[in-house]
Structures are given as structure tokens and as C-alpha cells.
């Protein structure tokens, strides 16, 4: 059975109404009706003489009170339930059996890493906890253990898993071993996903560090989420912006970008063209494809290249579609 995390699934289901028309068309419809319900059901009588209806007025009024306010908590449970409904609707997670669920989940990355967000996003949706540890960039003492010196890193029961898209497609073999990762999503997701490896992230860097100014908040939500000292927070956010805005203009190169910011927009199209008008690439319900775009735009969302993208192309309801799906997170403390 799906499962629904109260009061913030109910916020993202109001937000997800907000956004998508044919949702809000129907949520404004179910509740017209019941407040039409509570607010205009009427009893007839018939009793028509003036001077029983004078002497009668008071004991119907009373009556009528008591039975429209019998409809409106009437009104109000139905709602209750249509909302609870919509909110299942909206946020019910992909299931996993409890005997494939891992037990012990411990992510090792940075905040704003575009292939831990990766991890993320599945780990999200198919609702299984993690802890994790966010690494210091700097002195990557948190993985010295490790002879993998990159992120992400995810240990599985006690098992290390490295390189985000080998991390998906075991954990994918772990939690459905009936289903091999050659059998499901076939070529088409095999092969979006390996855009989003090959093309997508390569176009975020140079988008970010576009200017200087976007590079600064780049780094100012780097350094606000990472695991940093003091001083170090406040070195990396000005010398690690000043460096990534010239190391960007080198990843244009290498990369052959002329326009960073047409680039951005012309992979949100071609994704949003890969749809073919489903609401995920998946069908009804996202795959892994969908899974790793939402990933990696996740980190960029809020930022200005995000905002820039999500208002200059059609991708933010495929998105607003996959917040709604993923749902809130399952990470928990450590």
C-alpha cells in the first residue's frame, strides 16, 4: 500500500494544484460541489398555510440550522477524504517490498553535486531512508577510507557503491530482482540516461558560473549546504567562484557551447520533446530517465539559471510533475 507523508505531502499536493490545470480544474470542481452541498441542500414541507408557516418559521429556521450544519461537517469530512484522495494521487511513492528494502543506507557526497542529487532523487521516490555525510571537498576526510576519492559513494548494507549510474542500476537489481536492468525502461530509457551523463550535466557547469554575480550564488549555496569551516566557507565561496567562472569558460570550449544559456534551453526542449506529450518519459509514472534528469536540474532549479530555464522553455510542468511524484525526502539524521 502507497504511502503518504501527512501535512508535507498536503503542501506539495496544494502546490502541485497550483501548477498543473487539469489537477486544479478538477480539485475546484469537487469542492464547488460540496460546498454547493452544505450550503443549498433544503428540506420542503407541506404545510403551505401563511399562519402555520408564521408559527412554524422559527422551529424550521432552527431545523434547517442544524440540518445544514449537519451538511457542512457532512461536506467537510467528504472533502477531507477528496483531498486525502488527490494527495495519494499526487504523492503515492513506488512501493518497494519490505524484504528488498536495504537496511542500512549511508550517502557520501556534496550538497550541490548534480550525480549525488542522482542518487537522490531515486533513493527519494522509491521512498528508501539514508543518512548522510557530506564531504569536505577540501580534505575529503570523510572518505579517506575509501580508495574511491569521488562522490558520490553509497554503502548498502555494508556494501560500497560508487559512480552514480552503477550505484541506480544496482540498487534498481536490488530492490526488484525479478527485474533485470537490461529488461526494464528498454532502449529508450538506456538511452536518456545516457544523455544525462553525456550532455545534460556538461551544460549546467557553464551555466551556473555564467557571470560572476552567478557564480557567487552558485557558491553562496555550495558553501551555505556543504561541509566547510568557517574560513573555509568564506575562501571557496569568493576564490572557488572566481576560479569556476574561468574554469566554465573552458568547459564551453571543450564542449563546443557558444551560447550557455541556449544550450540549457535547447536540452530542457529536446527533453521535453522526448515526452511525446506523456506526463514522464516513463508513461504514467517516471523511470529511471526521468529519475536522473530530475536529478541533476534539481541543485540548478532555484538558481538563476534554473528560474531562467524553467520560464524560457516548456519543461516546468514535467517538473512540477516530478517534485509531486518524488515527494518529500527519505533522508533522515544520522
Known sequence: MRRVNGFAAICRAVEGVAV????????????????????????STNNTSPRSHWFQYNRIAADQS??????????????????????????????????????????????????????????????????VVEVNPISKKEIKWSDYKKVPILMVDGQQMVDSSDIIDKLTNKISPDSSTDSVGG??????????????????????????????????????????????????????????????????????????????????????????????????????????VYGVLRPIRYLKSGRDMVENTRIGDWYSRMENAVGVSSRIQA
Open 187 to 292: 532502449d529508450e530509457e538506456k538511452k536518456w540516461r545516457g544523455w544525462v551523463d553525456n550532455h545534460l550535466v556538461h551544460i549546467l557547469s557553464p551555466n551556473i558560473y555564467r557571470s560572476t554575480t552567478e557564480a557567487l550564488e552558485s557558491f553562496e549555496y555550495i558553501t551555505s549546504h556543504g561541509n566547510f569551516s568557517f574560513t573555509e566557507r568564506i575562501t571557496a565561496k569568493y576564490a572557488g567562484a572566481a576560479a569556476m567562472y574561468f574554469v566554465s569558460k573552458k568547459l564551453k570550449k571543450k564542449y563546443n557551447i557558444t551560447d550557455e544559456r541556449a544550450a540549457l534551453y535547447e536540452a530542457a526542449e529536446t527533453w521535453v520533446d522526448a515526452l511525446k506529450g506523456r506526463d514522464f518519459l516513463g508513461g504514467t509514472k517516471p523511470n529511471l530517465a526521468d529519475l536522473a
Open 20 to 43: 498543473a490545470p487539469s489537477a486544479s480544474g478538477n480539485y475546484a470542481h469537487q469542492h464547488h460541489r460540496l460546498v454547493l452541498a452544505a450550503l443549498f441542500g433544503t428540506s
Open 66 to 131: 442544524a440540518r445544514a450544519s449537519a451538511r457542512a461537517v457532512a461536506g467537510t469530512m467528504l472533502f477531507s477524504v477528496a483531498a486525502t484522495t488527490l494527495v495519494e494521487e499526487v504523492h503515492a511513492k513506488e512501493p518497494v517490498q519490505s524484504k528488498f528494502r536495504p537496511k542500512d543506507v549511508v550517502l557520501y557526497q556534496y550538497e550541490a553535486c548534480p550525480f549525488c542529487n542522482k542518487v537522490k532523487a531515486f533513493l527519494d521516490y522509491y521512498d528508501i531512508p539514508y543518512k
